[in-house]
């Protein structure tokens, strides 16, 4: 079973350095469900793209704004990640948007130094009140390109961005400065971990040159009180229904083909926050 909502405790270590690990918040059955659901779904890989890093790799991810019925519906609307959010974010949350990042084994992409809130902001999203699970389906290790985040650095407020390859990546001088001064942290993590972060909180990873694949969930979530002022390719507040834990079991390996809710994928085609970057970027001369 799942291990139930982040304590006190975990609140205040999160909104002191813009993330907490949670060791062993799925059990091994539930991210076995998780796993064998994700990487058996014809439907999420034929709906997966590739973005450039920049160094001449690619990161293949699926993404899709509505949590839906499915196994993973059902991981993105359980009480213990869901109330996790709202004690993070101090009120009701709804669902931003999943997404699937598949760093394969030798040919997974880097992502380049970033805050979610970086090109979120182009959404019309007026304050950084967004916060992200991300699921560990494989082990996440240094070798295979585990998360990397700057310790604190969600309180440097938001950064500018640019494109770098087909991401958009934080101003990188403002990076190195930030690197002199605050604690860089990889984040290794066994399969049922679930990292929450802050959505300004700086993070890239590193390409997977392993032969270990690092697949992961992220689950992200917007306050409910800071619904966007214009319509975007993601949501606006839409009311989320909470599961108890235990649909994630009865869930089984229920795949998006095996569901009739419509999850509203998101093609690559559609996301617009980082190439508004390029045109907003080009307009000031930059």
């Given at each position: 079973?799942?291990?139930?909502?982040?304590?006190?405790?975990?609140?205040?270590?999160?909104?002191?350095?813009?993330?907490?690990?949670?060791?062993?918040?799925?059990?091994?059955?539930?991210?076995?469900?998780?796993?064998?659901?994700?990487?058996?779904?014809?439907?999420?890989?034929?709906?997966?793209?590739?973005?450039?890093?920049?160094?001449?790799?690619?990161?293949?991810?699926?993404?899709?704004?509505?949590?839906?019925?499915?196994?993973?519906?059902?991981?993105?609307?359980?009480?213990?990640?869901v109330n996790s959010a709202e004690r993070?974010?101090?009120?009701?949350?709804?669902?931003?948007?999943?997404?699937?990042?598949?760093?394969?084994?030798?040919?997974?992409?880097?992502?380049?130094?970033?805050?979610?809130?970086?090109?979120?902001?182009?959404?019309?999203?007026?304050?950084?009140?967004?916060?992200?699970?991300?699921?560990?389906?494989?082990?996440?290790?240094?070798?295979?390109?585990?998360?990397?985040?700057?310790?604190?650095?969600?309180?440097?407020?938001?950064?500018?961005?640019?494109?770098?390859?087909?991401?958009?990546?934080?101003?990188?001088?403002?990076?190195?400065?930030?690197?002199?001064?605050?604690?860089?942290?990889?984040?290794?993590?066994?399969?049922?971990?679930?990292?929450?972060?802050?959505?300004?909180?700086?993070?890239?990873?590193?390409?997977?040159?392993?032969?270990?694949?690092?697949?992961?969930?992220?689950?992200?979530?917007?306050?409910?009180?800071?619904?966007?002022?214009?319509?975007?390719?993601?949501?606006?507040?839409?009311?989320?229904?909470?599961?108890?834990?235990?649909?994630?079991?009865?869930?089984?390996?229920?795949?998006?083909?095996?569901?009739?809710?419509?999850?509203?994928?998101?093609?690559?085609?559609?996301?617009?926050?980082?190439?508004?970057?390029?045109?907003?970027t080009q307009q000031h001369g930059r």
């Open positions: 079973m799942a291990s139930g909502p982040i304590s006190n405790t975990r609140l205040k270590e999160y909104e002191q350095n813009g993330f907490i690990l949670e060791k062993g918040m799925f059990d091994a059955e539930e991210i076995d469900l998780l796993r064998r659901a994700a990487k058996e779904d014809r439907e999420l890989d034929q709906h997966s793209f590739g973005r450039g890093d920049g160094e001449g790799g690619t990161v293949r991810l699926s993404l899709w704004n509505h949590p839906g019925d499915t196994l993973y519906g059902m991981f993105a609307r359980c009480e213990t990640i993070l974010l101090e009120g009701e949350v709804y669902h931003y948007h999943s997404k699937m990042i598949m760093k394969d084994a030798k040919v997974g992409g880097a992502w380049a130094w970033h805050q979610d809130y970086g090109y979120w902001y182009q959404n019309g999203v007026l304050y950084p009140l967004l916060t992200s699970a991300s699921i560990a389906v494989d082990p996440a290790t240094r070798e295979n390109g585990c998360l990397q985040v700057l310790k604190g650095s969600h309180q440097l407020g938001r950064i500018d961005h640019v494109l770098t390859g087909d991401q958009a990546g934080a101003d990188l001088e403002r990076v190195a400065e930030a690197q002199k001064r605050l604690e860089t942290v990889y984040v290794e993590m066994a399969p049922g971990d679930v990292l929450f972060f802050h959505a300004n909180l700086l993070h890239r990873s590193d390409q997977n040159k392993s032969d270990k694949p690092r697949w992961s969930m992220i689950c992200c979530y917007n306050a409910a009180r800071n619904d966007p002022y214009k319509e975007a390719h993601h949501p606006r507040y839409t009311p989320l229904s909470k599961v108890p834990d235990s649909a994630i079991r009865e869930a089984g390996l229920r795949r998006f083909k095996d569901s009739k809710s419509d999850v509203a994928w998101l093609e690559d085609t559609k996301d617009q926050s980082a190439r508004s970057l390029a045109s907003s």
